[in-house]
Each structure stands twice: as C-alpha cells, then as structure tokens.
C-alpha cells in the first residue's frame, strides 16, 4: 500500500492526489462514495452518479463472491435496506422485523453478513446467502432458493427467509419460523 497525503482545507475539502484519482479514474464532476467504518474512511467512485452505490459497485465495496444466482438475488434485493448505502441503521433491522413480524423498536443490528457467517452460529442449511443477527440473540438465514432435504426444526430465535422472488412485496407464506417469499 502507498501512503499518501491530503490537507483538510477550512471548508472541509481535500484534494484527492493525482495518482488516486487516475488509478481510480475520478475526473471533475464524478460522485464519490466516503464512507465511515471502522476509524477509517473508504473512498469509492460511484458509477450511477446519483450518490447512492449501485449493486455491483455495494459487491465490490463489501468485497461479496457471488456463489451463485441465487446469491446475487439475494444481495440486490436487500443491499438497499443497508446503512453503508442508504446511511440509515435502522432500515435493514427494520425491514427484518417486518418480516419476521417482531417488534425490533429496542433492538439493533449485531451482524450482518454476504459472505457466510463468521461468528460461532451454525446455520440451519449450508451456504446461507445472507445472515443477520439482531442484538437480542434472533438469527435470520437467507437462502436463495429452498434445500433439498427436508425442513429442518428450528430453534425458537432462528428464523428461516426463502427468497424466491426479485422483491419483498410478492406473495409471502408463514410456516412456523419460515417466511418463503414467492413469485
């Protein structure tokens, strides 16, 4: 990695070196991602240019391998509802209570993850395509598409999301702990 060195002018603008502004083809007028995180702030160009990160530029910020089609769905479906994206913390726990039909008003998000799960929970069926877990202990597994071994039982804090569809609004079913969102 090579350091290099901007002053904060008063106004609170930085002038971004030419060499990062080559490598990372920023000219006059592009929008730029800074985001937080960490103690530290990522700088990202913004290829929509209307200051909110597309899919594929939030897959490469967060570093995601796509496993698969259904993984992708997954992504673009809730990657809006994140606080890297929209800056808002609560619309992803939100949307998750609104699913799971809990109510999240006292709790927040303690992880959230894309690319598996890196914390000791064992997910009810391998490759979860997207793994929450809310501060009061709830595990919410995000599959793509359903396993082919039968429905497991789940414990009374894990909740199951099938996403079979491009959106959160088509046709939902409940069974138990299980939400399938159909087309």
Request: charged share 25%; glycine share 8%.
């Given at each position: ?177 299980y939400i399938f969102f159909r087309q």
């Amino acid at each position: 990695m090579d350091l290099k060195i901007s002053k904060v002018a008063e106004n609170g603008s930085i002038v971004l070196p030419d060499e990062i502004r080559k490598n990372l083809s920023i000219t006059s007028g592009d929008s730029i991602a800074l985001i937080y995180e960490s103690n530290r702030v990522i700088i990202r160009k913004l290829t929509s240019g209307n200051g909110k990160m597309t899919v594929d530029e939030f897959i490469l910020f967060r570093d995601i391998i796509i496993k698969k089609d259904n993984h992708k769905r997954v992504v673009k479906v809730f990657y809006g509802y994140l606080s890297s994206v929209t800056g808002d913390s609560r619309l992803l726990i939100n949307k998750i209570g609104k699913i799971i039909n809990i109510d999240v008003s006292a709790l927040s998000l303690d992880k959230g993850c894309f690319n598996g799960i890196f914390d000791d929970t064992v997910p009810p069926y391998n490759d979860v395509d997207f793994y929450v877990r809310l501060s009061n202990g709830i595990c919410v597994f995000v599959y793509g598409g359903i396993p082919q071994n039968p429905l497991k039982e789940l414990k009374e804090y894990e909740y199951v999301i099938f996403l079979l569809s491009d959106d959160l609004g088509n046709k939902i079913e409940r069974t138990n702990n299980y939400i399938f969102f159909r087309q």
